[in-house]
């Protein structure tokens, strides 16, 4: 019994992690999309039959086993959505594939109730252990009264039970903190995963990962043989708003000028902040008439914005920005950047609040 059980409690730490590698970039605390909801509850009702597959029989009709720990597992970590997959799952595969009689259905009936009791435990206001406790609790209740009444033989009773629930209880504690280890492991990698492409202020792309898709840009519109244009924006007098209003303005500034500018840009171009006031957005397959009017439309969004500060002032900002585009105002793209520079320079010269190029 004890070799059968300590093979399920392997087959579980494997599956885990796997699943916390295939979700590695999704919070499963999070609200995430549908698709990645049906997935979890699908390797989730997996993972519950594959260790239906290694049971541990007690009679001829009756096996107990670890399925209830992916439905304890979806239900906490996932949603409404994930638990009910895992749950009917498992209850299909119990009379699918064991047969049709008295203990599979009581199975069936079995994994319906751990999983409606598993899913209301987890809406409830408690943390994340609590909820994994309290719903292991209730899945050893519920299974154990419907073991009691298949066991024919009742002089092992109490040896069964005993194991049952220690093992039980073990191998549980053990998946909630491997999990949560795992979980709290790939929260790390997504955050400096993102730390090392994202602006922490604006949330924009940080120079090191525009320097990147610059990079890429130019290999792509050499090889595809396309226009690719770059902005270079600087907001007007940004030092005096910091020296009147204090730092805190400026960075709620700088905010909202991210927003300002995601608004005014096409989805798939790629907004960045290079440092301190300085933006750029790269405009992919995008000649220098389109450039010159998203631009514009940018220069214009900017200075029509009412920036209204924490400290409840309103003010008005402008910004310059310098366009280059290859082919058409430079044939070198590798010196997109120079060029893209040097006009925003002349905008700045030429009395700020300008599009030059």
């Known amino acids: 019994m004890l070799k059968d059980l300590f093979i399920n409690m ?9 699943i916390t590698q295939l979700l590695k970039n999704y919070s499963l605390e999070e609200n995430n999309s549908f698709p990645i909801k049906i997935f979890f509850g699908f390797l989730s009702g997996v993972l519950g039959i594959i260790l239906m597959l290694f049971t ?6 009756t096996i107990i086993d670890f399925r209830n720990i992916p439905i304890i597992m979806s239900a906490v970590f996932g949603s409404t959505l994930t638990v009910y ?48 406790a309290y719903s292991t609790f209730f899945v050893l209740f519920a299974s154990s009264i419907t073991l009691t009444y298949l066991l024919k033989d009742k002089s092992d009773f109490l040896k069964i039970m005993l194991i049952y629930w220690c093992s039980h209880a073990l191998v549980s504690a053990i998946t909630y903190w491997y999990l949560n280890y795992s979980n709290t492991a790939n929260k790390m990698y997504r955050r400096l995963q993102r730390e090392s492409t994202k602006d922490f202020l604006t949330d924009l792309n940080n120079v090191r990962q525009f320097d990147l898709l610059l990079n890429k840009a130019i290999n792509n519109a050499l090889e595809k043989e396309e226009h690719l244009s770059l902005l270079m924006l600087d907001l007007d007098f940004f030092k005096k708003v910091n020296d009147t209003y204090g730092h805190k303005e400026g960075d709620y500034v700088l905010k909202e000028l991210g927003k300002i500018l995601k608004n005014s840009c096409r989805e798939f171009d790629e907004i960045s902040r290079n440092g301190g006031e300085e933006f750029s957005v790269l405009l992919l397959d995008c000649p220098s008439a389109q450039a010159q009017r998203i631009a514009e439309r940018i220069r214009h969004n900017v200075e029509i914005h009412p920036f209204q500060l924490p400290n409840g002032k309103t003010i008005n900002i402008t910004v310059s920005i310098g366009i280059a585009t290859y082919p058409d105002t430079l044939k070198d793209i590798g010196k997109i950047v120079e060029k893209a520079d040097n006009a925003l320079y002349s905008a700045k010269r030429t009395g700020r609040n300008r599009v030059h190029s």
């Open 10 to 18: 392997t087959i579980l730490i494997t599956f885990i992690s796997l």
């Open 56 to 61: 541990l029989p007690v009679d001829e009709n």
């Open 85 to 132: 997959i895992t749950g009917i799952m498992i209850a299909l595969f119990r009379l699918m594939f064991f047969g049709f009689n008295t203990a599979a259905l009581l199975g069936v009936v079995t994994a319906i109730i751990n999983t409606v009791g598993c899913w209301l435990i987890a809406r409830a206001a408690l943390k994340i252990w609590q909820k994994w």
